[in-house]
């Protein structure tokens, strides 16, 4: 059952995102330093799965397998020819799940940085950035996403590219955008959430916010000084489950599903009306925030 984000909202107090898509693709066997978007042509079922099982576990908006999927990123994988196909693809592939879905599911398409600076820092032109946006929102769109989600930027210049190339390839979608601050409250390109929160609300956006980071902590903090600087908008929170650890060659985070719920309530007090998670974070912990959430929903 697909929805617009939109309607939900208004309806809504609070809407549950899914977590992390990396995590998972990795637990069901993704090679380190492989491309995780060729799993929507070689391993289709698999990356449905873990929509399905987002879903399952009381996601209302699950984000496409396409956060590295702009034509600068898919080249360092040999790649960038595919970009359309493979963007289609896992528009694609989370629009099934969300038709066999029992509630209305959101399907968000998934755009993350192109991984190179933009000038006058780096060699990528604003405009060249934005016309990458533009080809890989186009093919979201063709996939059949309800919004685009632009997310774990830290420099605004890039977000204003990707609104841009996201404006001109599909100037009716809706967009979201958020920021990873990381660098003591602030983003790696030092951009403030305050700051950041009027920029953003300038772009006419549907939604924005914060993702990724250091874990909830940081993150929470990030919400409520975007919340306070702009009471109206409509944020976004979705943190990594915690700070990453090896053990055993394999990368681990620290906080659990309950560790999340008290994130979860948190988040929704510090103003945050989409909650969600990011790395380290499976279905259990989307499922432990689902629950917190309903229990908030359901105090008189």
């Known amino acids: 059952m697909t929805a617009s ?3 939900l909202l208004e309806s ?3 809407l549950v995102a899914d977590g992390g898509m990396g995590t998972m693709l990795f637990a069901a066997g993704l090679a380190r330093g492989s491309a995780p978007e060729l799993w929507n042509v070689e391993r289709p079922e698999a990356v449905r799965k873990i929509h399905a099982d987002y879903i399952a576990a009381g996601a ?3 984000l496409t397998n396409s956060f590295g999927g702009s034509r600068a990123r898919l080249s360092m994988h040999g790649l960038a020819d595919r970009a359309a196909e493979l963007n289609r693809a896992a528009a694609q592939i989370a629009r ?3 038709q066999d879905a029992r509630h209305p599911v959101v399907v968000a398409g998934s755009i993350g940085p192109t991984g190179q600076m933009l000038a006058p820092y780096g060699n990528l032109e604003p405009d060249d950035a934005a016309e ?3 080809e890989q929102a186009a093919a979201l769109v063709e996939g059949g996403v309800d919004v685009l989600w632009i997310e774990t930027m830290a420099d605004m210049n890039e977000v204003r590219a990707a609104v841009e190339g996201c404006r001109r390839a599909a100037p009716g979608v809706p967009l979201v955008a958020t920021l990873t601050y990381d660098t003591r409250g602030r983003t790696m390109m030092g951009e403030t959430p305050e700051h950041a929160a009027e920029t953003l609300e300038g772009l006419g956006l549907l939604a924005h ?3 990724c980071g250091n874990g909830p902590d940081e993150l929470l ?3 409520n000084r975007m919340h306070h600087a702009q009471p109206q908008a409509r944020l976004i929170a979705k943190a990594n489950a915690g700070l990453p650890r090896m053990i055993d060659d394999r990368t681990v985070y620290d906080a659990g599903p309950e560790v999340m719920a008290a994130y979860a309530r948190q988040a929704r007090a510090n103003g945050a009306r989409i909650i969600g998670a990011c790395c380290g ?3 259990e912990h989307v499922r432990a925030i689902a629950e917190a959430l309903r229990q908030e929903d359901s105090i008189p």
């Open 96 to 98: 099934s799940a969300a």
């Open 12 to 14: 809504q107090a609070t």
């Open 281 to 283: 974070s499976t279905p």
């Open 132 to 134: 990458m946006f533009a």
């Open 5 to 7: 984000l939109a309607q």
């Open 60 to 62: 209302q908006i699950i």
């Open 209 to 211: 916010g914060a993702n």
């Open 221 to 223: 903090t990030a919400i």
